[in-house]
């Protein structure tokens, strides 16, 4: 269901569903209270209800701070993730400059199919919270054989070998932190620890009477729509390949991969592309 809300609804319209959604529940229900049980506006169950609200209160907000620091710590982690897997990426690119011609090619072409496969294949599973390894396989196995198909000749192409293949064993296991990542997700306990708070906060405001009607329904809102704007961050943080806050398949089209996003790029590139868009 997040998924479904972030991959086709902005964060503006996931906010006034959300927030205004909610908010609009807890004015109704506080409204029905009063016509239903009209002692209420007395408050003569102020004391016992505004010590509830207190300890709830208190318990759900640790909750919620604990659930967005994780969350955004994930985000954080991820975005690190992908800088350093299009890093390495551009570091076997520029190691490679410095082998013969035909080797080089081989290696630039392993890359840009590498890069293409990622941001144009694997990126769309993870949006949808699908990642698969086999998505881009095939061309991690393809800079492994570019690289072992190349034999060094001298100190100098030696320790750009060893550089390059140091860069793509990193690159395998931050491609394998970063399929990790997709497939995570906020844990069913704390779903239910999350949004069942806000069931039991927000009806609890209904028993806290104030003589004004439009005083009671302000405390209400109030509390509602800030339950109702933490939900939000929660759900907008929830998925990092997923929404609006999600992080971007950037990095694997800058600096020293750029070259294999322009039109002067090698002419094998769009055939490797394409076969990598077909599985």
């Given at each position: 269901?997040?998924?479904?809300?972030?991959?086709?609804?902005?964060?503006?319209?996931?906010?006034?569903?959300?927030?205004?959604?909610?908010?609009?529940?807890?004015?109704?229900?506080?409204?029905?209270?009063?016509?239903?049980?009209?002692?209420?506006?007395?408050?003569?169950?102020?004391?016992?209800?505004?010590?509830?609200?207190?300890?709830?209160?208190?318990?759900?907000?640790?909750?919620?701070?604990?659930?967005?620091?994780?969350?955004?710590?994930?985000?954080?982690?991820t975005q690190s993730i992908i800088a350093a897997e299009a890093g390495d990426l551009a570091a076997v690119v520029r190691s490679a400059d410095a082998f013969p011609a035909a080797d080089r090619a081989r290696v630039h072409a392993a890359v840009g199919a590498y890069a293409h496969a990622v941001v144009e294949v694997q990126w769309p599973l993870m949006r949808e919270g699908r990642p698969s390894y086999e998505a881009t396989g095939t061309q991690t196995h393809g800079l492994y054989q570019a690289l072992m198909s190349y034999e060094p000749q001298g100190p100098r192409a030696e320790t750009f070998y060893q550089e390059a293949a140091s860069r793509l064993n990193d690159l395998n296991?931050?491609?394998?932190?970063?399929?990790?990542?997709?497939?995570?997700?906020?844990?069913?306990?704390?779903?239910v620890l999350v949004y069942g708070g806000?069931?039991?906060?927000?009806?609890?405001?209904?028993?806290?009477?104030?003589?004004?009607?439009?005083?009671?329904?302000?405390?209400?809102?109030a509390v509602a729509g800030l339950i109702g704007f933490s939900l939000l961050l929660v759900v907008a943080l929830d998925r990092p390949f997923a929404g609006d806050l999600s992080v971007s398949a950037e990095p694997y089209k800058e600096a020293a991969l750029a070259r294999f996003w322009t039109a002067d790029a090698p002419a094998d590139q769009p055939q490797v592309r394409e076969q990598s868009t077909s599985r």
């Open positions: 269901m997040i998924l479904w809300l972030l991959n086709n609804l902005s964060t503006f319209v996931i906010a006034v569903l959300l927030v205004g959604g909610l908010t609009g529940l807890a004015v109704a229900g506080s409204v029905a209270a009063r016509r239903r049980f009209p002692y209420l506006a007395q408050g003569e169950h102020n004391e016992m209800v505004g010590i509830a609200l207190g300890m709830f209160g208190a318990i759900y907000g640790i909750i919620l701070a604990f659930v967005v620091v994780t969350l955004w710590t994930q985000l954080e982690t296991s931050q491609r394998r932190a970063r399929i990790t990542m997709a497939e995570t997700s906020l844990p069913v306990l704390l779903q806000a069931l039991v906060i927000v009806p609890l405001t209904f028993l806290f009477g104030l003589r004004s009607l439009r005083m009671q329904l302000l405390f209400v809102s």
